[in-house]
Nanobody, 125 residues
């Protein structure tokens, strides 16, 4: 069983930055992939960024490329999402997710098995 706990959300003005963290506990190994998703009420959950440990590659949604960075600290078992140049369109609940052997490039929620409860990010104009 894998447990994920997000933190770091909050309110920020447009153009600002936030860093989200996801603490990972339970069994994982180098073949696990980790990702960030976000969801706005009334809309489907959207893949934001993922890191595929089996191949150590990353993938980003087009809407965040060049602004967001996903990285992890394996020793601390923590996943991060550095978010810069935030816009009001980035306002959402952000979720951390994990899964075993995800196909590199996938940002589909259905490919991820374990989920945190989310942390709210609000960007004001």
């Amino acid at each position: 069983e894998v447990h994920l706990v997000e933190s770091g959300g909050g309110s920020v003005q447009a153009g600002g930055s936030l860093r989200l963290s996801c603490a990972v506990s339970g069994y994982t190994d180098s073949r696990y992939s980790m990702a960030w998703f976000r969801q706005v009420p009334g809309k489907e959950r959207e893949g934001v960024a993922a890191i595929y440990n089996g191949v150590r590659s990353t993938s980003y949604a087009d809407s965040v490329k060049g602004r967001f960075l996903i990285f992890q600290d394996n020793a601390a078992k923590t996943l991060y999402l550095q978010m810069d140049s935030l816009t009001p369109e980035d306002t959402a609940m952000y979720y951390c997710a994990a899964a075993f052997l995800v196909k590199p490039g996938s940002l589909l929620p259905s490919d991820f098995s374990y989920w945190g409860r989310g942390t709210q990010v609000t960007v004001s104009s």
